[in-house]
């Protein structure tokens, strides 16, 4: 079973990597999976969010830091050693690798994990971005196997770590961390809005 899925991964690889290629991906794909292409978007986002968006904003802020730093670090430095996959980019032979290969280990894909964490946790509360941002993980997760920096089930291990990550850090704000920010003027303005509602929100 596990042989069989491991060569139906690599299957899916070659497909998506060499399979697809083209001139218009090979040129936008390196630029789509680099982290610095998003950076200042993420930084502005969030401190527009901090600085205008009220105790709410800043509360979302705080907490996506917290979400997306954990999805990062428990990646890239508890599962990935501890699955201990070696990325094709390694490991296949016929991969076209377009861009650096990075560290020894794939499963999970860190920009799969960290894209939809980011994508779920903010796309609840700001419903109206939700199959924006779902579609930018897409890509951004996509741009790793088409570069044969990972096989599609890192990218799907991610997409999954990812999303369950973000709904407890939501689940754990909606009924632990917002009535104790409530206490304080800081934070006030969130007041007791319920998820459902914050999901309807104009934001």
Same mark, same amino acid.
């Given at each position: ?46 401190? &527009?969010? $901090? @600085? #205008?968006? *009220?105790?709410?904003? =800043?509360?979302?802020?705080? %907490?996506?830091?917290? !979400? ?48 939809? &964490?980011? $994508? @779920? #946790?903010? *796309?609840?509360?700001? =419903?109206?971005?939700?199959? %924006?941002?779902?579609? !930018? ?67």
């Amino acid at each position: 079973m596990i042989d069989a899925l491991v060569q139906l991964d690599t299957w899916l690889l070659l497909k998506l990597n060499a399979g697809a290629a083209n001139a218009l991906f090979d040129w936008i794909m390196p630029i789509v999976t680099e982290s610095r292409t998003w950076l200042p978007l993420i930084i502005g986002g969030l401190l &527009a969010l $901090a @600085i #205008f968006g *009220g105790g709410k904003g =800043r509360t979302v802020v705080l %907490l996506a830091v917290i !979400t997306l730093t954990a999805s990062d670090q428990l990646a890239s430095f508890v599962i990935k050693p501890w699955i201990g996959r070696i990325r094709p980019c390694h490991d296949v032979e016929g991969v076209r690798l377009l861009y650096r290969c990075g560290g020894t280990f794939a499963f999970p894909s860190g920009h799969a994990t960290s894209s939809m &964490a980011a $994508a @779920i #946790f903010f *796309g609840i509360i700001y =419903r109206r971005l939700l199959w %924006l941002l779902l579609a !930018t993980s897409v890509l951004v997760s996509y741009s790793r196997v088409y570069l044969g920096i990972h096989y599609p089930f890192d990218v799907l291990g991610g997409w999954l770590l990812g999303g369950s990550l973000a709904a407890l850090s939501l689940l754990a704000y909606y009924r632990l961390v917002q009535p104790f920010m409530n206490r304080f003027r800081f934070f006030r303005d969130v007041g007791s809005v319920s998820a459902p509602q914050l999901g309807e929100t104009n934001a």
